[in-house]
């Protein structure tokens, strides 16, 4: 009887023994399934911050590439005389014709090393295709200035021409004093000035 009841606790104790080795290799897979996926996760979202990156950056090539599209070019520029029937001398103008529509802000940079804001004859707003006309100074007698500085802006909502935008992050708008989205600066040699006839009429008022 007590044989017995020894091979019974021992089969028991060895049930028990096998169990316990079993639940601890499947606790073990568990285990090692559990962080699989953890590392799974985490390379998923590696790979997606990743992805995010990329796009960003190819979002802001495409900005860039837009922006440098949507610049203005030197070759828009020319200046030309105009002679003054009133005094007799030559007004010297710098025209604007630009591919689309600009806000525009000029200044007439000296050789003292200040400025002084320039007189458009028609408007700060250049419509595509249409000539703007800048005041630059007049001949002979009077000293030009060194170069003429134009800072562009895409053009403001409900101003003549097409409408459209930069979404470079650079301003979209700003007055005389702010700094351009783009700008230009236009060396100023009146020896280069093409002729036109007619009359040049004053200067605008400032």
């Known amino acids: 009887m007590t044989t017995g009841l ?3 606790a021992t089969l028991i104790s060895l049930a028990a023994l096998i169990v316990a080795i079993r639940t601890a290799s499947f606790n073990r ?3 090692d399934a559990a962080e699989g996926s953890q590392h799974a996760a985490d390379r998923a979202a590696d790979a997606a911050k990743r992805s995010a990156e990329a796009a960003d950056l190819v979002a802001q090539i495409e900005l860039g590439r837009d922006h440098r599209d949507l610049a203005p070019q030197p070759e828009w520029v020319r200046f030309v005389k105009v002679q003054n029937q009133r005094t007799g001398r030559d007004n010297i103008f710098l ?7 600009y806000l525009t802000h000029t200044d007439l940079l000296l050789d003292s090393g200040g400025r002084a804001p320039a007189s458009p004859v028609r ?3 250049i419509p595509g295709g249409t000539e703007g006309r800048i005041y630059v100074g007049e001949l002979p007698g009077i000293k030009l ?5 134009i800072r562009f802006f895409p053009p403001p909502q409900g101003s003549e021409g097409e409408p459209w935008t930069c979404a470079c992050g650079e301003p979209l708008i700003g007055d005389h004093h702010d700094r351009g989205h783009w700008v230009l600066r236009i060396k100023v040699d009146p020896g280069c000035a093409s002729t036109q ?3 040049g009429g004053d200067p605008p008022s400032r």
């Open 123 to 125: 408007s700060n707003v």
């Open 145 to 149: 200035p060194e170069e003429v500085e």
């Open 6 to 8: 020894a091979i019974a």
């Open 95 to 101: 025209t604007l014709t630009p591919a689309r529509t």
């Open 197 to 199: 006839s007619g009359e």
């Open 29 to 31: 897979r568990s285990a």
